[in-house]
């Protein structure tokens, strides 16, 4: 179990906020972790993202107990190079969006296409910087960014930690629900801790 502190707030808005801070374990063995801070330090989701499971499918919740759904996140297939997952709010049951990753294109930068409910491509996400020196050196620390309609929506930064992964992201007023563009994030964010968890 965690040692970490954790303030959770239950009526946080995400639609207002624009800077938050992502956090996960170092290494993993049977799921990965991941908290999902505002800039204050306010927890607005929480996720176990399984490890050892023949297709990918997880819950974004609201809270570390679990109690409040938020997200589905599920991958089409279970094989495939060009790997696609449906982003389902669980309240309404609407399609946000779908992440294609594109699997060549990736070995050596992670690149993933944004999808709208109804399939068309609108923007794409893209690790940047030394992606290549990355895949050898893995303490080198990453950023992604987030592109929809030819504008930057969001931002990845990795902060360098001790013991475990922290990421901020800063995002732009966009069409998007923020929520989705928190799960493109976490999306590639999961792309690399797998990348890790396999060397």
Same mark, same amino acid.
Not at 32 to 50: E, N
Not at 53 to 68: G, I, L, P, W, Y
Not at 71 to 80: C, E, F, P, R
């Given at each position: 179990?965690?040692?970490?502190?954790?303030?959770?707030?239950?009526?946080?808005?995400?639609?207002?906020?624009?800077? +938050?801070?992502?956090k996960r374990k170092f290494w993993s063995i049977f799921e990965r972790v991941f908290?999902?801070?505002?800039? %204050?330090?306010?927890?607005?989701? +929480? #996720?176990?993202?399984?490890?050892?499971?023949?297709? !990918?499918?997880?819950?974004?919740?609201?809270?570390?107990?679990?109690?409040?759904?938020?997200?589905?996140?599920?991958?089409?297939?279970?094989?495939?190079?060009?790997?696609?997952? !449906?982003?389902?709010?669980?309240?309404?049951?609407?399609?946000?969006?779908?992440?294609?990753?594109?699997?060549?294109?990736? #070995?050596? &930068? %992670?690149?993933?296409?944004?999808?709208?409910?109804?399939?068309?491509? #609108?923007? +794409?996400? !893209?690790?940047?910087?030394?992606?290549?020196?990355? &895949?050898?050196?893995?303490?080198?620390?990453s950023k992604h960014a987030i592109f929809v309609g030819g504008q930057q929506v969001?931002? #990845?930064?990795?902060?360098? &930690?001790?013991?475990?992964?922290?990421?901020?992201?800063?995002?732009?007023?966009?069409?998007? %629900?923020?929520?989705?563009?928190?799960?493109?994030?976490?999306?590639?964010?999961?792309?690399?801790?797998?990348?890790? %968890?396999?060397?």
């Amino acid at each position: 179990m965690s040692t970490e502190l954790v303030r959770e707030v239950q009526n946080v808005s995400i639609a207002t906020q624009s800077q +938050y801070v992502i956090k996960r374990k170092f290494w993993s063995i049977f799921e990965r972790v991941f908290r999902v801070f505002t800039a %204050d330090g306010q927890l607005i989701m +929480y #996720i176990k993202h399984p490890i050892l499971k023949m297709r !990918e499918e997880f819950t974004v919740h609201a809270d570390e107990a679990q109690t409040r759904p938020l997200l589905l996140v599920k991958s089409k297939q279970i094989i495939a190079i060009n790997f696609s997952y !449906e982003v389902t709010d669980i309240a309404t049951h609407q399609v946000l969006g779908a992440v294609q990753k594109k699997g060549f294109r990736s #070995i050596i &930068r %992670d690149k993933f296409l944004i999808l709208d409910p109804a399939g068309t491509e #609108i923007g +794409y996400a !893209e690790e940047q910087g030394a992606s290549l020196l990355r &895949r050898f050196i893995p303490w080198l620390t990453s950023k992604h960014a987030i592109f929809v309609g030819g504008q930057q929506v969001a931002f #990845i930064k990795q902060r360098f &930690r001790f013991f475990t992964k922290e990421f901020e992201v800063a995002m732009s007023p966009s069409a998007l %629900d923020p929520r989705f563009v928190l799960a493109v994030a976490l999306l590639a964010l999961i792309a690399e801790a797998r990348r890790e %968890d396999a060397r």
